[in-house]
């Protein structure tokens, strides 16, 4: 990301770019932000391509490649989601590969997609040509940081912690809602108790409260947030696979710990988990053996096959797990 900024503060571009990977929220971010840089908006019309999609022509994007920019320093080809960086077009991958290796001056190439292969030869194309930028999901420390800085410091290090651990990790959902809550807070001093009231908290922060309930032996707690999430719109079906997974997070983290003598860090990148996930983890586990973690994911394997199955109702099915591990 550095060296994209560095090109923009230098102007002076490189003949290629790729920016992937899982922060969809800065993909896009550096993608507008080259796309606003390399074309000024006065000549956009006529310097700048947009190729969406797998069933884009790979001859049409070429071609754009090899037009000369129109009163303008550059013509920029933007290519999206166009699945030349996988299996399935390995013709068009090749044949586009051909053409970075040989782009003309005063022409940008500005590839976005989710996931890339790196062995693809576009992709080492476009590295040798140009610029690869992954962007994947940003570090606990980083996450705070950002939203220090996007709210001007109205949240502290400590709220910015408190708001991060709960709203979740996917800086699109936390910029949503972090304009929810500088909106309702006014120009004061944001405090967690206004993100309790202001915000959406991540299902997955709900699924940790809810299990975290359920150790504690809070069936009242457990219920009250399972309820809450079934308002908000969340199947039971869909709940009940997250507390599996919750439970079989907690698992995975007490064996590796007990059994491997791992710490959290040796933990967290076992699992490709981040720190924090695996700290609550931890804490929560010990209310827990290994063989009730088991067992609890064994109920919830069943609960889904007798649900799936008619044998019982879908709230129903979660509520009796809720209660036979929160009593």
Known sequence: MKQIEKDIESRSFKKAYLIFGEEDYLVKKYTELLKNNIVDEANAMMNIDIFEGNNCDV??????????????DYRLIVV??????KDGRKADTSLMADAVKNIPDGCVYLFTDEKVDKRNSLYKAVKKSGYC??????????????????????????????FVRNIGSSMKHLSVELDKLMAYAGDKKITSEDIDTACTKSAEVNIFNMVGAIGNKNTEKALEIYNNMIFEGEEPIGILAMIARQFRLMLQCKYLQTKNNFNTR???????????VVTGCLSQAKN???????????????CDTDIKSGIIAP???????ILKYSK
């Open 59 to 72: 001859n049409n994007i070429i071609a754009a490649g090899d037009t000369a920019p129109f009163f303008s």
């Open 80 to 85: 999206s989601g166009s699945g030349l960086f």
């Open 133 to 162: 930028c992954e962007i994947n999901y940003q570090d606990n420390k980083a996450l705070v940081e950002w939203v220090k800085k996007e709210s001007e410091n109205r949240l502290d290090n400590n709220t910015a912690s408190y």
């Open 266 to 276: 040796q933990i967290a990148a076992e699992l490709k988990q981040r720190d924090f």
């Open 288 to 302: 827990f053996k290994l063989s009730s973690l088991m067992k609890a994911i064994e109920d919830c394997a069943k």
């Open 315 to 321: 709230k129903l099915g979660v509520e009796l797990i």
